[in-house]
């Protein structure tokens, strides 16, 4: 009879003792779970289409904060894709990524296929300079983002302006490389950041 005795006290101390226990993981797991839940990423079908438009549009205006700062800067990099002769010339794509067009401060790195000629057939070159300044640097702000613009000898008798149109929004740009010897070049591309 003391053995009952003795087990039913028992019990009766763990049962209370279990149920706390439970209660106290149960808490831990729903804690911990809130926690997973704040960190997991949202799919879009949970999140709300204004929540989502807010984000986009923060994202966007903080891209273009940034490019207006790499511009005025004037530490950046311009990588072409494309090159086409004005004004009718054809589309040819460029797909080395040495070419490009570097800013630094005063100094302008340029690394450029260029169609040369007066009458067909044009012939293809590439400009390969590096100038330690330019001539009228100038920056202008648009209503689509930047227009940026000097002009250089590149150690020959005629002058090379170079005009780039910087797109904030969209971070594209396009460069048109006049002369007044041969047609205009017109390349578009993509402005990096050089840190």
């Known amino acids: 009879m003391k053995r009952i005795y003795y087990f039913l006290i028992a019990a009766l101390v763990c049962i209370p003792l279990m149920y706390t226990i439970g209660q106290s993981k149960s808490s831990r797991r729903a804690q911990a779970s809130s926690v997973l ?31 207006d700062s790499v511009v005025l800067s004037r530490h950046f990099q311009f990588n072409p894709q494309t090159m086409q002769q004005q004004p009718a010339g054809s589309m040819r794509q460029i797909t080395n990524p040495n070419f490009d067009v570097g800013i630094w401060g005063d100094v302008v790195d340029v690394c450029l296929p260029y169609i040369k000629g007066y009458v067909p057939p044009y012939h293809l070159t ?27 000898s590149l150690f020959t008798a005629g002058t090379f302006t170079f005009t ?23 390349y578009s591309g993509t402005i990096t950041a050089i840190y």
């Open 126 to 152: 590439i400009l390969n300079y590096t100038l330690p300044s330019v001539q009228g640097y100038t920056t202008e702000q648009t209503n689509d983002g930047w227009t940026v613009s000097f002009s250089s």
């Open 37 to 67: 839940e704040k960190e997991r990423p949202v799919s879009p079908k949970e999140e709300r289409r204004e929540e989502r438009e807010a984000r986009r549009a923060k994202r966007l205006a903080e891209y273009e904060k940034f490019i």
């Open 164 to 186: 780039f149109e910087i797109y904030s929004k969209m971070g594209g740009c396009t460069l048109t490389l006049s002369n007044p010897w041969y047609n205009a070049v017109q």
